[in-house]
């Protein structure tokens, strides 16, 4: 079975750091683009950024540009999301979620993580 | 940066009803790279359409998505009590932000 299964709920405080994961398991995970999906309470969707564990390439939207940092390690099949220094704003669930064909770059996500809820308060 | 705006924000219907879901993009969306989005609460969203009229795997034939350009549409012919959700369209046609629509919410009337 296709699946990405992420890391388990956080609570932290304002200023700190934090780096959660997302494993794939049943595919080539080299082989397939993974993004990032923020969603804030009662929010919509937003696009965040996506990577190509093969060879590293990332992409940032603009608006997460240089706020988090994308990365993968391809050995244990798991992409990272993390922040250096966390704000409250920061505080919504997170998904992970795989192209839908292999390399390709213009895709929809068709298998999605089951979220990672991320809380930042004081 | 491609704004999609979804319309309405919410619509009211009963199950068997037809339900017409608007997704309008602020620019051209190139080769038609329009997906349409299922959420349910507390789950993850789920890939219904993709290419704007291709239906995901094990998606029911009531979901049809149409449209090109700027304008497209999602369809479910006749409303069944767990089609009640929100829906979201996204571009990923124009990099480097794939974006999303603010969503629509489909409930009971």
């Known amino acids: 079975e296709v699946q990405l299964v992420q890391s388990g709920a956080e609570v932290k405080k304002p200023g700190e750091s934090l780096k959660i994961s997302c494993k794939g398991s049943?595919?080539?995970?080299?082989?397939?683009?993974i993004g990032w999906v923020r969603q804030m309470p009662g929010k919509g969707l937003e696009w965040m950024g996506i990577?190509?564990?093969?060879?590293?390439?990332?992409r940032y939207s603009p608006s997460f540009q240089g706020q988090v940092t994308i990365s993968a390690d391809k050995s244990i099949s798991t992409a990272y999301l993390q922040w250096s220094s966390l704000k409250a704003s920061d505080t919504a669930m997170y998904y992970c979620?795989?192209?839908?064909?292999?390399?390709?770059?213009?895709?929809?996500?068709?298998?999605w993580g089951q979220g990672t809820m991320v809380t930042v308060s004081s | 940066e491609i704004v999609l705006t979804q319309s309405p924000g919410t619509l009211s219907l009963s199950p068997g009803e037809r339900a017409t879901l608007s997704c309008r993009a602020s620019?051209?969306?190139?080769?038609?790279?329009l997906a349409w989005y299922q959420q349910k609460p507390g789950q993850a969203p789920r890939l219904l359409i993709y290419?704007?009229?291709s239906r995901a795997t094990g998606i029911p034939d009531r979901f049809s998505g149409s449209g090109s350009g700027t304008d497209f549409t999602l369809t479910i012919s006749r409303l069944e009590p767990e089609d009640f959700a929100v829906y979201y369209c996204?571009?990923?046609?124009?990099?480097?932000?794939?974006?999303f629509g603010q969503g629509t919410k489909l409930e009971i009337k």
């Open positions: 979620a795989r192209h839908q064909t292999v390399h390709n770059w213009n895709d929809a996500f068709d298998i």
């Open positions: 049943g595919y080539s995970f080299t082989s397939y683009w």
């Open positions: 990577i190509y564990p093969g060879d590293s390439d990332t």
């Open positions: 620019q051209s969306v190139s080769s038609s790279y």
């Open positions: 290419g704007a009229s």
């Open positions: 996204q571009q990923y046609g124009s990099s480097p932000m794939y974006s």
